[in-house]
């Protein structure tokens, strides 16, 4: 048989030659090597499932009489253990049922003995060639919806749709008329369904299996992979489980991240004659790939999250730790913290501010009079208005805490919203008069909260003007001494129910700059 010139040979495949004549053997290892292959030799089924277990095969040319068995057996368990490898099965036997039961195990081609030189090398070349295409034909059709789905799991953080979409395309793409996939709960060692399609509600609710346990559980244990294809026989282990319930050509592959499995996939096809083609497999192989690492990420984000959170909680202590100490020295700011971080969180998420943002609204609103531990006791507790020189010495608190919180490198972020609390939209504020849209919007939102718990609260020297005085006062100053879109945000809170309770004239207290102390 003349070989085309276009195909050519893949010289970084190794093949995997079991035939008990030596004679064989040599033949094909001088034909192959010729080539550019790599070749390795085994004369009986033990000795080739050892050489499968420790080197990846790309095509294997297997006898169907061998000293130790039936060279389909063999080709059973290296379905198992290499679902990728490609097989040509040398025979002289033309009965019907091995030719139908290897093809059924995906056999690419049959080279019947004797053979020619030139028919050896061609039916490799072409096996591996058309293999390569159609792992390729496979990538185009997957990469394009996998990216997809990683840029969903990367927005969203919503594994269950991920997975959702994994069996989707499974299914589709296979042709399968059931796909599931099952995620390995460590704490407890039991899969569970995770996303399906064509299976039951209730199944999938209910499904739960321990390692070991049921087909997928036997897959999970053992990390191999598992193909049924009606009328041939399963692994041994499987065997008894098989007997116990009707079975289609099924297709179960376990999701491995690291040598770890973290979960099965499971592809089943119900209609007489079905089963799984070369292209099947390879297909579900990377969807495996892409799901594990799904898996594994997700089970790292949770644990940085935890972590995060861990850290936060020890942040916020160390915080009001500082706020402590302040309250410590004022009796007003006793509680004041407390109320202008509710008030401030409502405004900043009122105002669309992404997370982090309100995460160093919520700190700064706990640490915004932290400077005051810098001012003496009689000039903050003075039971009478400041003079001018002590009113000059109460306006460097917000310096004081700056320089506080720029020793705290997780706070240094809160650091120009401590600072700039005291400034003005008109720019006639302190420390540092900025203006407008200048000021930080944390430091805007703690301006219009402060204010208004400074006009709302009892004072040592006065008696509070009250709630709705306060609320007059910020309207009328909006645009002056406020931030009129903050204002307005603020009042939407303390004004409509639902929207945030307002405090009740008990409960106020603040140190607005229409009071300053």
């Not at 079975?247 to 979960?263: E, F, M, S």
């Not at 949770?302 to 020890?314: F, I």
């Not at 919520?362 to 009478?384: F, Q, S």
């Not at 909260?449 to 006009?455: H, L, P």
Request: with cysteine.
């Amino acid at each position: 048989m003349p070989r085309p010139t276009s195909v050519q040979p893949h010289p970084d495949a190794t093949l995997l030659i079991v035939d008990d004549d030596p004679g064989v053997q040599q033949s094909c290892r001088l034909l192959l090597r010729r080539q550019g292959y790599r070749t390795l030799e085994a004369q009986d089924g033990a000795t080739a499932l050892c050489m499968v277990k420790t080197h990846p095969i790309d095509v294997c040319l297997i006898d169907l009489t061998l000293p130790d068995g039936h060279g389909l057996d063999l080709l059973e368990r290296l379905r198992e253990l290499q679902p990728q490898a490609l097989a040509i099965v040398i025979t002289g036997d033309q009965e019907r049922a091995p030719l139908l039961r290897s093809l059924q195990l995906g056999v690419k081609n049959y080279l019947h003995k004797p053979f020619a030189a030139e028919q050896l090398v061609h039916m490799v070349d072409h096996a591996i060639e058309e293999d390569r295409q159609a792992k390729n034909r496979i990538r185009a059709n997957i990469v394009g919806p996998l990216f997809e789905l990683s840029e969903r799991f990367l927005s969203d953080i919503d594994l269950h749709a991920t997975f959702q979409g994994l069996v989707q395309m499974a299914a589709q793409q296979t042709d399968a008329d059931t796909a599931s996939l099952m995620v390995l709960d460590d704490s407890t060692q039991t899969l569970a369904i995770e996303a399906a399609v064509g299976l039951p509600a209730d199944i999938v609710a209910a499904a739960r299996l321990r390692l070991g346990e049921g087909i997928a559980g036997w897959v999970a244990a053992t990390g191999e992979p598992l193909i049924l294809i009606p009328g041939v026989c399963a692994h041994a282990d499987v065997r008894g489980r098989l007997l116990r319930r009707e079975l289609t050509a099924t297709l179960c592959v376990p999701l491995l991240r690291k040598d770890r499995v973290v979960g099965v996939l499971n592809v089943g096809k119900h209609r007489p004659g079905a089963s799984f083609t070369q292209g099947d497999i390879e297909m579900v192989s990377v969807l495996c790939r892409q799901a594990a690492v799904l898996v594994d990420n997700v089970r790292l984000f949770n644990e940085v999250s935890a972590k995060v959170g861990e850290l936060e909680t020890a942040h916020f202590d160390t915080i009001k730790a500082l706020a402590g100490a302040l309250e410590s020295k004022d009796f007003y700011t006793r509680h004041h913290s407390d109320r202008t971080v509710v008030h401030a969180e409502l405004t900043g998420q009122r105002l669309g501010l992404s997370i982090e943002e309100r995460l160093h609204l919520r700190y700064a609103a706990i640490l915004h009079d932290i400077g005051k531990i810098g001012i003496p006791e009689t000039i903050l507790n003075k039971p009478a208005r400041l003079t001018e020189e002590e009113y000059a010495l109460m306006k460097r608190h917000p310096l004081i805490g700056a320089a506080i919180v720029e020793h705290v490198a997780f706070l240094r972020p809160v650091l120009p919203l401590i600072r700039h609390d005291h400034e003005r939209w008109d720019g006639l504020g302190y420390p540092d008069g900025l203006q407008g849209e200048a000021i930080p919007i944390g430091a805007r939102i703690i301006a219009v909260v402060d204010a208004y718990d400074a006009m709302a609260v009892d004072r040592i020297y006065r008696k509070a003007p009250g709630h709705e005085f306060a609320l007059c006062e910020l309207r009328r100053c909006a645009g002056t001494q406020f931030d009129p879109a903050v204002v307005e945000a603020f009042l939407s809170i303390v004004m409509h129910p639902g929207s945030g309770p307002p405090a009740t004239d008990h409960e106020r207290g603040g140190t607005g700059v229409f009071y300053p102390n």
